[in-house]
């Protein structure tokens, strides 16, 4: 009942909040049809690996606490609630009494609990009990029905915008615009910079009508060799034009996304208004950025990059190939976002197109996307692809101006989205709307 995910994040804080439990992963969020009271929305699953001082009698008291103190009523066995926190698995415990069976009864046929349980431990095993069956945990989800319907992760973009479910098979895709207030970016550098207040609402509500859902707005550009200008800068350009797109009607159910790699900029951004971090650098560029990702609890998108915008081309060597690379680097960054607190269901992935690689391995990961999106450790998660009049693009049509490069730019947003993108990052809103739109009516059927 309620906002789903919001009531699910608020029980990891306040599971956190009396100091003996300590949320360490959490796997994404699973939508299911809600089963034994068939007439009520549908269910939102997930699981969480956690730290305890408390036996499991005593964490069983704290979870009920929990439920409790978020004003959980059961209105009839089985029917809607806004949390139900159950205890799935501790440690090599098998116990059962009136209150508590470990581990969880049936869990072995349900698919919703085996597979967040699945992302977070594949390979354990059950307590060894004769009354519990061997196999690994992935083993045991191996041999489920498959479903008509597969079970969908979710991921929340903002409030009054539908969630990104990227396992559903006739999902749209996301048309991220591009609002560069700066002036310098490669492609339309000046554009939108120190334009009046009226001039720069236009361009957005164009943005909008045209198709897009969510605008990212840039203050400091990462094209090869740009100038990095101070923190208090990017803030000056960022600032102003989330205040606008929040004040502007048409805006109301917009998601608004941040391009920084600066913690400092996030923060303050998503304190105005915004919804989304998108961290070219995956928090490599700010020690602070991943942490900072997440006390602010929001929505975040990881790309892989290496170096800095001034040393990334030469660093385009992967000796085992650049799809096995850049998923493993990718894996680091999740991994190193969830030990920062970032929960897996507010993460988005982004493998770096033109950041970090030559003109041929752009192509590869375009051609590939799909085996990358599949990688251990990597599914579940919604993927941005960001080839808009990028330079590998103008280099193979002979296009030398960026901003006629559309075509070019079509194509490598159909790949994208044959591949597995949930969202597409563009320049031209209206004319790549148009060509996502045809391939979702190609491939997601």
């Given at each position: 009942m309620g906002d789903r995910v919001a009531m699910i994040e608020q029980a990891c804080k306040e599971m956190e909040a009396g100091g003996k439990i300590k949320v360490l992963r959490t796997s994404s969020l699973w939508e299911t049809k809600a089963m034994y009271v068939v007439d009520q929305d549908m269910f939102v699953n997930g699981a969480c690996e956690i730290e305890t001082t408390l036996g499991p009698m005593e964490l069983l008291d704290e979870l009920?606490?929990?439920?409790?103190?978020?004003?959980?009523?059961?209105v009839i066995d089985k029917g809607p609630r806004n949390i139900d926190l159950d205890i799935l698995l501790y440690e090599d415990v098998a116990m059962k009494n009136e209150?508590?069976?470990?581990?969880?009864?049936?869990?072995?046929?349900?698919?919703?609990?085996?597979?967040?349980l699945c992302e977070l431990i594949p390979e354990a095993h059950l307590p060894q009990h004769d009354a519990l069956p061997d196999g690994a945990l992935k083993e045991h989800l191996s041999r489920l029905p498959v479903l008509d319907?597969?079970?969908?992760?979710?991921?929340?973009?903002?409030?009054?915008?539908?969630n990104i479910t990227a396992y559903q098979r006739n999902r749209e895709t996301r048309i991220m615009s591009i609002l560069n207030v700066t002036p310098d970016s490669f492609s339309d550098g000046g554009k939108n910079f120190n334009n009046d207040e009226a001039t720069l609402a236009k361009t957005i509500r164009s943005h909008i009508s045209a198709g897009a859902t969510i605008l990212d707005i840039g203050g400091q550009s990462t094209r090869p060799?740009?100038?990095q200008v101070s923190a208090k800068e990017e803030l000056s350009r960022i600032l102003p034009a989330v205040d606008l797109i929040r004040r502007i009607p048409e805006a109301k159910n917009i998601a608004i996304s941040i391009d920084t790699y600066r913690a400092d900029v996030a923060e303050e951004s998503i304190k105005a208004g915004a919804h989304i971090i998108n961290d070219v650098s995956a928090g490599l560029m700010d020690d602070n950025m991943l942490?900072?990702?997440?006390?602010?609890?929001?929505?975040?998108?990881l790309m892989h990059m290496r170096g800095t915008p001034e040393t990334m081309n030469k660093l385009t060597s992967y000796p085992d190939g650049v799809v096995e690379g850049v998923a493993r680097e990718l894996l680091d960054r999740v991994r190193?976002?969830?030990?920062?607190g970032v929960r897996r269901w507010r993460i988005i992935l982004d493998p770096g197109i033109g950041f970090a690689k030559t003109q041929e391995q752009n192509l590869e990961l375009l051609r590939r996307l799909d085996e990358l999106v599949q990688y251990p450790g990597l599914q579940g998660f919604p993927w941005l692809v960001g080839t808009s009049r990028k330079a590998f693009i103008g280099?193979?049509?002979?296009?030398q101006e960026a901003k006629s490069r559309t075509w070019g730019t079509a194509a490598a947003i159909a790949a994208a989205v044959k591949g597995g993108s949930d969202i597409v990052r563009v320049h031209d809103v209206a004319e790549m709307a148009q060509v996502a739109k045809m391939a979702d009516a190609i491939w997601r059927v």
């Open positions: 009920q606490a929990v439920e409790n103190r978020m004003g959980r009523v059961k209150r508590l069976q470990l581990p969880h009864a049936l869990m072995l046929e349900r698919e919703f609990v085996l597979r967040p319907e597969p079970l969908s992760p979710l991921s929340p973009l903002a409030a009054g915008q539908p060799g740009a100038v942490s900072t990702m997440g006390k602010l609890g929001c929505t975040v998108c190193a976002a969830e030990a920062a280099k193979i049509t002979g296009v």
